[in-house]
């Protein structure tokens, strides 16, 4: 068991034994942070004597969540993407765990860098509990607390828990010292609290969205940060501080991108494809297009070689009236290229309700790549303010 621990080339396969439940978890907890994701209990059997016989063990993102939610107004993200990846284990007569079917092929994409971000990798370190106890004795404020701890560190990244992990040990470690409840039973209750806590939780993963437009004012980046009355040396000061907590939101929300999904609204294949490739925030301003597109109306006017023209009629609510509004759709058949008169992709860069209408009324499955724009990909590195924070931590 050791020479398969210590071989980080090693992945499962069938017929690997163990001789013990920890050690096969311990193995393939190593492996998926390797790889880049993480696993949960799906199935366990026991003997008579409470001993674990057989089990699988699949990725945290198999499984595909039916809602009774309308697909038009359910937009929670969801980490189920219907992964087929896991391994089943089972005791042999030697007493020993053996794998006996492997299935290594995700359907989504895995990053080992964002191993770290998912909720059964993380964990908080003996060292990093012990520094935010001696800051919260000092009065240091959490996010200085956390900004602290991911400095040294070098970087958000670096770390293997989040804000939220350090924000709920310090509540729990100040409910133990409010009340005197030192004892082993209620410590034991916290380390185990994976096994209980999702019962006083709804399955719905929340996350904060931060603007995504093209250009931010510098007014609206510093917000919150400096005032009309702020001096030079206050300016330096906050401006770092600044740099370094937008880091930690972008790292969060790439995070959130990478790790969770949120359903589509229509089967359409197109929107499957930007749910693929776009971060959360963009992909939710997409979606608004698609919803948008159930109260458009495409009719062909005229042909004129590949160009084919489209009227559509898109209803349009405005309190209790409603009214139309007409637009004018080109549409090329040869290289699938599409503009409308309204010029929303032109401007922000998203395909507009009228031209998804057409899309959809041609049965174009796939988009030509110029309409998938790399800067809306999840897996967009915000290079301007990482490079920034790194000289900052040098400094």
Known sequence: MESISSNDEVVPSIGMTFPSVKDYETFYTNYAKRVGFSWNIRTTKWNQNRQITYQILVCSKAGYQRSKIDPLKKTNLTSEQNCKVRIIVKKDKKLEYVLTFVNNQHNHVISPSMANTLRKNRELSLHAKWIAEINDQAGVTMRNRYQSLATTAGGYDKLTFNEKDLRNHSSWTDFINIFSLHNNWLAGLYEERDKWVLIFLSNSFWVGMSSTQRSESMHSFMKGYLTSKSNLQQFVTQHDNCLVNKAQKEYELDAASFNTIIPCATASAIE????????????????????????????????????????????????????????????????????????????????????????????????????????????????????????????
């Open 272 to 395: 499957k494809l930007f749910q693929k490739e776009y971060s959360h925030a963009k992909f939710n301003e997409l979606q608004k297009e698609f919803r948008a597109k159930a109260n458009c109306f495409s009719t062909k006017e005229h042909e004129q070689g590949y160009i084919v023209t489209y009227k559509v009629i898109e209803e349009i609510e405005n309190g209790d009236k409603m009214f139309d509004s007409m637009y004018e759709v080109l549409f090329d058949s040869s290289t699938s290229d599409v503009s409308c008169q309204c010029h929303l992709f032109e401007s922000k860069g998203i395909l507009c309700c009228h031209t998804l209408s057409v899309l959809g009324l041609v049965r174009v499955k796939k988009l030509p790549n110029k309409y998938i724009l790399d800067r809306w990909k999840k897996t967009l590195k915000h290079k301007h303010i990482a490079s920034s924070v790194a000289m900052i931590q040098a400094v």
